[in-house]
């Protein structure tokens, strides 16, 4: 049993996260250290087909990043690098969440999104008058 983190504690050492770092499998599994170590192999061959599933979606239209977040959320039921990259990405987001509400901050992010439309208009308009409404793969056929 010191093998395994015993995370049924107070949360004390944590960060103030509420939760010890560790496995967070049922205690008969944490018990047996075949079958624990059976657990282990289960729930990061299940994350890993979430992230993988994650990665595909990432070219294609679909939520890829919060599929990679969800299978990072299922290794980190178990292993502890998990757990800690979870809490640094929350703690980054978090971050950049409270940049964000800051004013200077929107107005510069509102101001570059401005030029970027005007350029993409731009240059659309640009491509409708020289091509007219014509794919840009049928562009050199006419």
Do not use: C
């Not at 499998?25 to 170590?37: E, I, K, M, N, T």
């Amino acid at each position: 049993m010191s093998e395994v983190a015993d995370t049924e504690g107070s949360g004390a050492g944590d960060g103030g996260h509420g939760r010890g770092l560790g496995s967070r499998a049922p205690r008969f599994v944490r018990r047996s250290r075949p079958l624990h170590l059976s657990w282990q192999v289960g729930v990061f061959l299940i994350g890993l087909a979430v992230v993988g599933g994650g990665v595909l979606l990432l070219p294609l239209p679909g939520p890829g990043w919060v599929v990679i977040f969800a299978g990072m959320a299922i290794w980190a039921t178990e292993f502890v690098w998990a757990q800690l990259v979870l809490r640094w990405t929350k703690r980054k987001v978090t971050e950049a969440a409270q940049k964000a509400l800051d004013p200077r901050v929107r107005r510069r992010n509102l101001i570059l999104t401005a030029v970027a439309l005007v350029i993409v208009g731009t240059l659309v308009g640009v491509y409708l008058w020289k091509f007219g409404l014509v794919m840009p793969w049928n562009a050199g056929r006419r």
